[in-house]
């Protein structure tokens, strides 16, 4: 580590060496050194000053952030204040709506158990897991981890933890449901009197504190406390030597035989070229598997995309749900909650859920179905606009929830037989299936790929059959062209 050395992100393409002179069998793993996960760049990352944000100088993806405010008692003060917040949550009335002096009282966890009591089992446990679950496991897990960065070293189980974090965090959607619980209310403003209840404002407070745990959390300074094993273990069993360098230290080894692990990071060296898909060890500090790109990223997304599509007519064709007033009513598509909401005045909310359920599903489909179709073809033009569009599908993909939870609120609070009734519809489960199915394809796919095909990331190493001596029963039919024999480990 060269602390003297002011902090700031060096800029500089990689030299491709042309051919691999005499190496050493070992792995090595490179400080300073970090690889964009958007587009696949290798780029020298200095100790960065608090308050700062070092940038991919390729394509603009924030690579570390780092913050002003202590990286662990910060996010951990947070982190209690949500898991205060998010028990209260639980315990506490979301909204009472009365109805001529009928009242109806609902929290929760009401939405998830009536949808379910009417035969949208589906819906209701994905609202339940997006609402209730995945915050409350999200908050014990950060609790853990952080807790856990108090120890001089990681311990064993932080890293799958923090994995598991990263993974889960998405779902955990709290700051959707505020905006599903904003658009049920104006709903319901003109039926009946309606009372917000504690929950509401918890729910947004718990909102803040979530969102400012992970600003204020600096998972890299977290990775950097956790020691890299002396070895590294092979697919096939064998273990090789890990050397630690600092990549001042050494010459820029070739990019094809470089990879930075998908869970925390680290950026290994290997002695051969690195196979695209194909696991090439087990990563050192976390324990995750080590591999260049994401394992048949376009095949999959292009499997999740189409089947998107086909939910979307159904999603926007049928009635997401009905709804009685005095006796009489009738069910209502997704646009027609947008035309009623434009007609009640309430012009800023129409389009919100406008942007939120038909733009941006559209978005993704046509978006991810157009990345994949430039990478299939190999299109060297618009990577920047390319990766700059995909980073806008990946934040925007959970806001089109906002209709699915509103949904869910208005099924639960509105109960009262003929006088005002609703309830859901086949529409509804359409609609969360495109939304879920749209959240992972977008995780399938692995931006890189763009950057891979048209050229800029070194020379692409196909997947290679196994050895030959090992891993029997596994024909050995792919992979031409070979470029390297792997060498076997001699650990
Ligand atoms: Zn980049
Ligand atoms: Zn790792």
């Known amino acids: 580590m060269s602390s003297s050395l002011p902090?700031?992100?060096?800029?500089?393409?990689?030299?491709?060496?042309?051919?691999?002179?005499?190496?050493?069998?070992?792995?090595?793993?490179?400080?300073?050194?970090?690889e964009c996960p958007c587009c696949g760049e290798f780029q020298v990352l200095e100790n960065l000053a608090p308050g700062n944000v070092a940038r991919c100088t390729r394509c603009g993806q924030p690579l570390e952030r780092r913050n002003k405010t202590s990286p662990i008692a910060t996010p951990l003060a947070f982190c209690i204040t949500s898991a205060a917040l998010y028990l209260a949550t639980i315990a506490s009335s979301l909204m009472t709506l009365n109805l001529y002096g009928r009242e109806r009282s609902v929290d929760l966890l009401t939405g998830p158990m009536e949808l379910l009591h009417e035969g949208w089992g589906e819906v209701g446990v994905l609202v339940g897991l997006v609402t209730i679950l995945a915050?409350?496991?999200?908050?014990?897990?950060?609790?853990?981890i952080?807790?856990?960065?108090?120890?001089?070293?990681?311990?064993?189980?932080?890293?799958?933890?923090?994995?598991?974090?990263?993974?889960?965090?998405?779902?955990?959607?709290?700051?959707?449901?505020?905006?599903?619980?904003?658009?049920?209310y104006t709903k319901l403003v003109d039926l009946a009197h309606v009372e917000v209840g504690a929950a509401a404002y918890l729910i947004a407070a718990l909102m803040i504190s979530m969102a400012t745990t992970d600003q204020t959390l600096d998972k890299d300074l977290i990775w950097k406390r956790r020691r890299v094993e002396g070895t590294l273990e092979r697919p096939d069993g064998t273990r090789v030597v890990v050397d630690r360098v600092n990549i001042h230290d050494i010459e820029m080894p070739p990019v094809q035989n470089m990879l930075s692990c998908h869970s925390c990071g680290l950026v290994g060296a290997f002695p051969e070229p690195v196979p695209q898909t194909r696991s090439v060890g087990l990563c050192p500090r976390?324990?995750?598997?080590?591999?260049?790109?994401k394992t048949n990223s376009l095949t999959r997304t292009t499997a999740l995309v189409l089947a998107a599509l086909i939910f979307y007519f159904p999603a926007n064709l049928f009635p997401v749900m009905t709804v009685i007033k005095v006796g009489s009513g009738g069910g209502h598509t997704i646009i027609e909650g947008v035309i009623e909401l434009w007609q009640d005045g309430m012009i800023p909310l129409s389009l919100l859920v406008l942007f939120a359920s038909i733009t941006v599903p559209?978005?993704?489909?046509?978006?991810?179905?157009?990345?994949?179709?430039?990478?299939?073809?190999?299109?060297e033009h618009g990577l920047l606009f390319r990766s700059k569009l995909f980073r806008i599908i990946d934040v925007i993909g959970r806001w089109s929830m906002i209709d699915v939870f509103m949904i869910s609120?208005?099924?639960?609070?509105?109960?009262?037989s003929s006088l005002a009734n609703v309830t859901a519809n086949a529409g509804v489960v359409s609609f969360a299936s495109v939304v879920v199915i749209t959240i992972f394809a977008v995780h399938c796919f692995d931006?890189?790929?763009?950057?891979?095909?048209?050229?800029?990331?070194?020379?692409?190493?196909?997947?290679?059959?196994?050895?030959?001596?090992?891993?029997?029963g596994v024909a050995q039919t792919a992979g031409a062209n070979i470029q390297n024999e792997m060498e076997p480990a001699r650990a």
């Open 135 to 144: 915050p409350g496991v999200v908050i014990a897990m950060m609790g853990l």
């Open 447 to 472: 931006p890189r790929l763009m950057w891979d095909v048209a050229g800029h990331n070194g020379p692409v190493t196909p997947d290679e059959p196994p050895e030959r001596d090992e891993l029997t």
């Open 409 to 416: 609120i208005l099924v639960a609070v509105v109960r009262f």
């Open 7 to 34: 902090t700031r992100l060096y800029r500089g393409a990689i030299k491709i060496a042309r051919r691999n002179r005499r190496q050493s069998p070992n792995v090595k793993v490179i400080e300073g050194l970090v």
């Open 362 to 379: 559209v978005a993704k489909i046509v978006g991810l179905g157009f990345m994949i179709i430039q990478t299939e073809r190999k299109a």
């Open 146 to 184: 952080l807790t856990s960065a108090f120890f001089d070293e990681l311990p064993d189980w932080a890293p799958h933890l923090l994995a598991w974090y990263e993974k889960l965090r998405p779902w955990s959607m709290m700051e959707v449901y505020i905006l599903g619980i904003f658009v049920a």
């Open 286 to 293: 976390c324990g995750h598997d080590m591999q260049r790109r």
